[in-house]
């Protein structure tokens, strides 16, 4: 299974017993498999969450988890007989924003463009935007216009932007 060393795996039964971990959750939760996942920080977390919400068959996300000092987005997937946790290491926010401007950059935006597109990719509507930067929608759209042009497609909004 090819996953990268970034995602971490764990399959684990019904009874806890680890029945795979691919190398990244080996190297975060140490080698359980195979044996009985006990005192990790991952191993509590699905206590709590068992303890407040059964986990039904399918998936569950829990974005921004701290789990062995690191931050971490969860899926728990539930088949039936078994759970497998998924855990994917995110970027702290400084970390975010500075990859997110060399990507910017890189696409050759403008300085305005790439602060508008930070208000974007942070939920901020076309309203909101403009206000904050005292500038009319007419004018925003332009150097929305303008920025989705340098981008890739996948990053331009299928829809109308809320306004």
Do not use: W
Request: hydrophobic share 35%.
């Amino acid at each position: 299974m090819c996953t990268g060393d970034k995602l971490s795996i764990c399959i684990r039964n019904s009874k806890n017993e680890v029945l795979f971990q691919n190398e990244a959750s080996q190297k975060t939760c140490g080698s359980k498999a195979p044996g009985v996942c006990g005192n990790t920080a991952c191993a509590e977390m699905m206590k709590q969450v068992e303890e407040t919400s059964p986990i039904q068959d399918g998936m569950k996300l829990h974005k921004g988890q701290h789990i062995e000092g690191q931050f971490v987005d969860v899926m728990l997937v539930k088949d039936g007989e078994n759970v497998m946790t998924f855990l994917y290491p995110i970027k702290n926010e400084a970390e975010k924003l500075a990859a997110q401007e060399a990507f910017f950059v890189n696409k050759g935006l403008t300085p305005s463009e790439i602060r508008i597109m930070r208000m974007v990719t942070s939920g901020m509507t076309n309203q909101q935007i403009a206000d904050k930067l005292f500038i009319s929608k007419a004018t925003l759209k332009t150097h929305l216009n303008n920025a989705y042009k340098k981008l890739p497609p996948s990053m331009r909004p299928t829809q109308g932007r809320v306004a």
